[in-house]
């Protein structure tokens, strides 16, 4: 069983970055594609970037391309979220998620595994 957890969220204005950052384990890292999902208040679970077991692919929900990173560490079992230029809409908890299947999905549906999520809060 994979166990995943969040951390390095918080409260940013307007402008500002932050870096999420999700540690695995329970599992063999490397074999996982992870994925970050968020979900603001009164509105359903949504997609944001997924990152293959290699870290050759990457794929982003358009309103955060060009802004938000995805990357991840194999050897710290770790996948991390760079987020600059934040804005107010960014504001939700953000879940990690991961799964073995092939390709890089973008429903919550297919992923197996999830964090408990961390609060971002953009000021404006």
């Known amino acids: 069983q994979v166990q995943l957890v969040e951390s390095g969220g918080g409260l940013v204005e307007a402008g500002g970055s932050l870096r999420l950052s999700c540690v695995a384990s329970g599992g063999t890292f490397s074999s996982l594609v992870m994925a970050w999902f968020r979900q603001a208040p009164g509105k359903e679970r949504e997609f944001v970037a997924a990152i293959t077991w290699s870290g050759g692919n990457s794929n982003y929900i358009d309103s955060v391309k060009g802004r938000f990173t995805i990357s991840r560490d194999n050897a710290k079992n770790t996948v991390y979220l760079q987020m600059n230029s934040l804005k107010p809409e960014d504001t939700a908890v953000y879940y990690c998620?991961?799964?073995?299947?092939?390709?890089?999905?973008?429903?919550?549906?297919?992923?197996?595994?999830w964090g408990q999520g961390t609060q971002v809060t953009v000021s404006s």
């Open positions: 998620a991961a799964d073995r299947k092939i390709g890089l999905g973008r429903t919550a549906e297919r992923y197996d595994y």
